[in-house]
């Protein structure tokens, strides 16, 4: 948990100085395809998506205007029902200065095995302003991010 907090707090502060403020433009939140994305982001992905969670790559360092946010739950043990993906929403605090990020995951029936589920999204995020926190919520409650790349 102390290392999660430690990751948080870099990707942060990391994000507070790198951004600009621009006032004119609006922060976007735009769902993606993996073969749309940056080679380097793709790499990310590799080496998180061996463990179902919650991902945040921050491409500040690469004068890239966006960052990343990879939800997985691609991982299924036999036996066990698949994890999707629904209701995926950004939502911007100005007064506290804090982007919140909730989504809902859902188990599929046997039914859906033979449907396409979302069980891996991508979503490319460019922000406007700075933001001291990033909460994130899961069937609203509360859950860290499992990892902070860059």
């Known amino acids: 948990m102390r290392k999660m907090i430690y990751l948080?707090?870099?990707?942060?502060?990391?994000?507070?100085?790198?951004?600009?403020?621009?006032?004119?433009?609006d922060s976007e939140f735009s769902k993606v395809v993996r073969q749309d994305i940056p080679k380097r982001v793709q790499n990310f992905i590799d080496t998180t998506s061996e463990k179902n969670g919650v991902y945040l790559y921050a491409s500040n360092f690469d004068n890239d205007d966006y960052d990343y946010l990879f939800?997985?739950?691609?991982?299924?043990?036999?036996?066990?029902?698949?994890?999707?993906?629904?209701?995926?929403?950004?939502?911007?605090?100005?007064?506290?200065?804090?982007?919140?990020?909730?989504?809902?995951?859902?188990?599929?029936?046997?039914?859906?095995?033979?449907?396409?589920i979302e069980n891996m999204l991508i979503y490319k995020i460019k922000l406007s302003e700075k933001f001291d926190t990033i909460k994130v919520f899961k069937n609203g409650e509360a859950i860290p991010i499992d990892v902070v790349g860059v």
């Open 8 to 25: 948080l707090l870099i990707f942060c502060l990391v994000l507070a100085t790198t951004l600009e403020c621009n006032k004119e433009s």
């Open 71 to 116: 939800l997985n739950a691609i991982n299924v043990n036999q036996g066990d029902r698949a994890s999707f993906f629904t209701d995926v929403e950004f939502e911007i605090e100005e007064q506290e200065h804090t982007l919140k990020i909730s989504f809902n995951e859902e188990l599929a029936d046997d039914w859906n095995y033979t449907q396409k």
